[in-house]
């Protein structure tokens, strides 16, 4: 099932142009995407305390995002793509075990305590740093995704 493209949408002519996958790395799940939402716990910054409604893209997405992700937690990515999922939207996730966000990156795994962070209780600190498996898996992964997905 994918969501219909409906006249005044503002993904209407993407689609028409041949939008057909998406890829999103370590993205944030705890937006507002469409009809699926998310509560903090201190309202604007804070672990995600619940969520409501159904992300529907307009075509499939696959998520690559680390297990450890302290920025943007891979938890709230798996709960959106479930709820997604179960409505037969088509949404697919990969979670890396002992990756960061940036996994993508050739730097070294860092903690910086003073760095904006609304998925922190305090609304500071988050860690980035490279995985080099990670990103390796995920560059596969990409192509795979889009040689099924996408026209020759």
Known sequence: ????????????????????AAIALYPSCASRYGAWSTVRQNKTFGPVVSHSGT?????????????KDDWDPAED?????????????????????????SFDSDKPVRYVANRANVSSASGKGATTGGNAA???????????????????
């Open 55 to 67: 992300y529907k893209p307009i075509a499939p997405v696959l998520i690559l995002i680390g297990e």
């Open 134 to 152: 990670a990103w390796s898996d995920a560059k596969k992964q990409v192509a795979s995704f889009f040689g099924r997905h996408l026209k020759q």
């Open 1 to 20: 099932m994918y969501a219909p493209v409906l006249e005044g949408d503002p993904l209407a002519e993407a689609k028409r142009n041949g939008f057909n």
């Open 77 to 101: 990515c798996r709960q959106m793509v479930e709820v997604s999922r179960e409505a037969g939207f088509p949404l697919e996730i990969i979670i890396y075990q002992g990756a960061h966000h």
